[in-house]
């Protein structure tokens, strides 16, 4: 028989849920189910990524949550359309702001002011007293076809009794029986994470759980043969979970977003507005003539920002810095936006893309179809201050900050691991120091012995094990440093907003992949400590020799500041001042800026292990002979003689070696920074 599964709890129910959204989607597909809906806690923390999995293993999601009221009930809500999802999220963004953080303060009330659009699963309590039977009744007086009661079989030796009491009770409230497993792992492999994961919660051991744990492991994905099975008196129960999931078509896809348009001239669009302001920006920059380069530099990047309709975006980030400079605020823009001559005739940021030959498909590409990211500093005593006026500006129902996950690593896995399999806190404590050595699934007996401890204590094995498969699961979710979000209607339509730590600030549930994975666009107004050095360091200029310098007129490639650094004087000297790059600063001798954006570049683990140091200086010095293959390479490498150092450079390669778009050499360049991870580099092999 057919069947979905309605309850299941992923691991954004902190501490509750034994396996990832991925995993989850993956197994239900495999089980051959209808749709797998995630429910977790009074949340919607995981619903992207679960989104995201499903559409890969080629299930149907339904997004949902499970209520947990303060008066004990627990409901599941799903949302079957658009409408109703902003009702549930904005339903949850009620109960977080009136609670500390992390917590969640919902009455059965606030439900009915948000029930419209919604289907409601109401989970009984393992023995349903008088109380609930006529709370039942209400709530399917209320919702009168939108109103069911969950079933679960517990393998407790009485459940055929149960079950039938409970089928009673929904035929006499009208809220007819619905089969689910209460899910919280996707294999019963997961069962011990899972109870380790409980006794994390409860600040307990595996031996001081008792009755705090599952008695079986049981919550695992079920075929829809074996929920049949398990409901063979009522098989109507399983059959309902299709007619329920086929009710609930809402799809994170939906969620179109609109980015808020500051108010423009009137008779002028957005994208006209900001051509204005990039030309005007450009005359300021290049002068009174510029250079027909430049021009069609300008030209291309405003085609491709109209096209993809970014224009709301680029205004918005230019006010928010024109703010920070009337306020006489150190700002400067960095990471992909410096690709962009519209971000620097605009000045966002102070890199001239035309003159360091940069490429705008880094930042921003039609066949990426992936939102612009673009990272504002901001001096770190001041940042504050414009934090706050992107609240004012927009309200706080408009502009949220997005969240970090948390998520646990290798010495806080065996350190948490540890401490509920009951081992003390010197053997915790020497695992903790020295997990990082072992490798494989299996424990390595010599690693173990080194530390002094037994490689066949079974306990040991357990922890190391079950502390690898915990690495990489979320603990909770923090603030992110400066990433914020704005929405041109209520932004608790779109995602929950709950409370940060932090006074005066909120917080959204997603992060920034989830964003990403949406099309919802961020803006990073992050803080910079030598933003502030320099804004000091111009302050006291003036006050002892009366001159007052912006960041713009600070004068060039002073040699006196040279040859202090090739002395390896640099403590206090942003981005040079570690031990590494004191080594090299006289081995390079940088004369230049450019020779210093080498210096910063070379120093790392990438230039290291590829072998591109000693070959380069060794060209510096004169003791190696420069040549390149080609002409076109010649025009790649010739700054950094013939020594491929920088992303841009292999992106180049890739355009004029292999015949690659710009579009594709980005998504060679990622692959290139994330192949510990995603392991997809090789799909680039054959082209290049």
Request: hydrophobic share 40%; proline share 5%.
């Amino acid at each position: 028989m057919s069947y979905a599964e309605l309850q299941v709890t992923s691991n954004f129910s902190f501490l509750r849920g034994g396996s990832h959204a991925d995993e989850l989607a993956i197994s239900a597909a495999a089980l051959g189910l209808t749709a797998i809906a995630i429910t977790d806690r009074n949340s919607l923390a995981g619903v992207v990524r679960a989104h995201s999995a499903a559409k890969t293993a080629g299930i149907r999601l339904l997004v949902g949550a499970r209520l947990d009221l303060q008066s004990g009930l627990s409901l599941l809500c799903f949302p079957t359309d658009r409408a109703a999802y902003g009702r549930l999220s904005q339903l949850l963004t009620t109960g977080r702001r009136r609670a500390p953080k992390g917590e969640c303060w919902l009455e059965l009330d606030d439900v009915l002011g948000h029930d419209e659009g919604q289907i409601f699963v109401v989970l009984p309590p393992a023995e349903p007293d008088q109380a609930f039977i006529e709370q039942l009744h209400r709530l399917g007086e209320t919702w009168p076809g939108h109103c069911y009661l969950a079933g679960h079989y517990l393998y407790s030796g009485d459940d055929r009794r149960r079950l039938a009491h409970l089928a009673a009770l929904a035929e006499a409230a009208a809220t007819p029986l619905v089969a689910t497993n209460d899910v919280h792992y996707h294999t019963p492999g997961r069962r011990i994470l899972q109870d380790v994961l409980v006794c994390i919660r409860e600040h307990c051991t595996l031996a001081e759980a008792g009755f705090h744990l599952n008695a079986n492991a049981e919550r695992h994905l079920k075929s829809g043969d074996e929920m049949t099975r398990l409901f063979a008196d009522h098989p109507d129960a399983v059959a309902r979970t299709v007619e329920l999931a086929d009710r609930c078509r809402f799809s994170l896809a939906e969620l179109a977003y609109e980015y808020p348009a500051d108010p423009v001239p009137k008779g002028r669009t957005a994208q006209e507005e900001l051509a204005r302001l990039t030309w005007a920006g450009a005359h300021e920059r290049y002068g009174t003539v510029i250079d027909q380069e430049v021009i069609e530099l300008l030209r291309h990047e405003l085609e491709l920002i109209g096209e993809l309709e970014y224009a709301p975006y680029f205004l918005t980030v230019h006010d928010i810095v024109r703010f920070a400079r009337e306020r006489d605020i150190l700002c400067q823009g960095r990471g992909s936006a410096a690709n962009s001559a519209v971000c620097y005739c605009l000045g966002i940021t102070a890199v001239d893309p035309a003159r360091l030959d940069l490429l705008f498909e880094r930042f921003i590409s039609a066949e990426r179809d992936e939102p612009p990211d673009i990272d504002v500093d901001f001096e770190h005593e001041r940042r504050e201050e414009v934090i706050q006026y992107v609240y004012e500006k927009y309200g706080r129902h408009r502009a949220g900050m997005t969240a970090t996950v948390i998520s646990y690593r290798s010495k806080s896995a065996i350190r948490e691991v540890g401490k509920a399999l009951g081992l003390s806190l010197d053997v915790v404590g020497a695992l903790a120091d020295n997990v990082w050595g072992w490798g494989g699934d299996e424990v390595e007996g010599d690693k173990v012995r080194e530390i002094g401890l037994n490689p066949d204590d079974p306990t040991v094995a357990m922890a190391i094990r079950l502390a690898r498969e915990l690495k990489g699961f979320p603990r909770h979710l923090s603030q992110h440093v400066g990433g914020f979000v704005i929405t041109r209607g209520p932004l608790s339509e779109v995602v929950p907003i709950t409370n940060a730590a932090m006074a005066d600030r909120t917080v959204i549930e997603w992060d920034k992949n989830d964003l990403d994975a949406l099309g919802i666009l961020k803006i990073d107004l992050l803080s910079l400590g030598m933003l502030t050095c320099i804004r000091k360091g111009l302050d006291l200029i003036a006050a002892h020799y009366g001159k007052r310098f912006s960041l713009a007129t600070v004068p060039a490639e002073d040699p006196g500041v040279y040859d202090m650094l090739c002395r390896a004087d640099s403590i206090g000297v942003f981005q040079v001042e570690s031990r590494a790059q004191m080594t090299m600063l006289p081995r390079l001798r940088p004369r230049n800026f450019y020779d210093l954006v080498i210096e910063v570049a070379i120093v790392r683990p990438g230039p290291i292990q590829g072998d591109m140091v000693h070959p380069y200086l060794r060209r510096r010095s004169g003791k190696e002979r420069v040549d390149f293959p080609s002409d076109d390479l010649r025009q790649v490498l010739g700054k950094t003689l013939g020594i491929p150092l920088f992303q841009e450079q292999a992106m180049r390669i890739a355009i004029v070696a292999a015949g690659f778009t710009p579009s594709e050499a980005d998504r060679l360049r990622r692959a290139m920074a994330t192949f510990r991870h995603t392991g997809t580099i090789h799909t680039f092999r054959q082209k290049m």
